[in-house]
């Protein structure tokens, strides 16, 4: 397997522009988390699904993001409209008895 | 909720040390509790985990111990290289999802 693979490495847009980030998660695992890594707050749990239905989201900062699960490979963070205090390295990642397993990320830049 | 304070930040130590990271976590529920690897531009990599059940586990030069009544557990690098710099997270969960509350992380550097 391939691992969780998250897509674009890196986003770079203007403030205001809608961005949407996305995962395709291990195949087999039935929990998908989204984190948000920074300096100064390190990694948070955004939300996380639990065989594609959304099971906590009090972790979303703001109305302004959403997360999809349409199926159990694939799953999109979307960030609409985009400020400059989103830039940050989010993270998707995969679990299966426990085992947290992260992909690679996407660096996102607002201007 | 769950809070998880790890230390120290910062750790140097010569090559063919050893290095232990220290971390503490506040809702007794929790029971399992991993260790990430984060390497610069990659997302963090499980090196090693350990469960409510247990008290220490090894895997090579790495150990983690956990002690549940004071509600703390540690990373333990012996041996260590300078492809072991990076920085570590801590972790804690409970319940069935397992997400999972970091610690803030610990910089290690190996010095050559």
């Known amino acids: 397997d391939a691992g969780v693979i998250q897509s674009p490495r890196h986003e770079v847009t203007e403030m205001g522009q809608e961005v949407t980030l996305r995962c395709k998660p291990i195949?087999?695992?039935?929990?998908l988390f989204w984190y948000r890594q920074t300096m100064m707050r390190g990694l948070e749990l955004l939300i996380y699904?639990?065989?594609?239905?959304?099971?906590?989201d009090s972790g979303m900062p703001e109305d302004r993001f959403s997360a999809k699960m349409p199926n159990a490979s694939f799953s999109t963070l979307k960030i609409q409209p985009s400020e400059p205090r989103d830039s940050a390295v989010y993270f998707c990642a995969s679990s299966f008895g426990g085992l947290a397993f992260f992909g690679q990320g996407t660096r996102l830049t607002v201007v | 909720g769950e809070n998880v304070e790890q230390h120290p930040s910062t750790l140097s130590v010569q090559e063919g040390d050893s290095a232990v990271i220290k971390c503490t976590y506040s809702d007794s529920a929790s029971n399992y509790f991993p260790w990430y690897k984060q390497e610069l531009g990659k997302g963090p990599q499980l090196i090693i985990d350990i469960r409510s059940n247990v008290g220490e586990k090894k895997d090579q030069r790495i150990a983690v111990t956990l002690n549940k009544t004071a509600k703390h557990f540690s990373l333990h690098i012996t041996e260590t290289q300078p492809e072991d710099s990076a920085v570590y997270f801590c972790a804690a969960s409970s319940g069935s999802a397992r997400q999972l509350t970091f610690g803030s992380g610990t910089q290690l550097t190996v010095l050559p």
């Open positions: 699904f639990n065989n594609n239905v959304p099971i906590d």
């Open positions: 195949s087999g695992h039935d929990y």
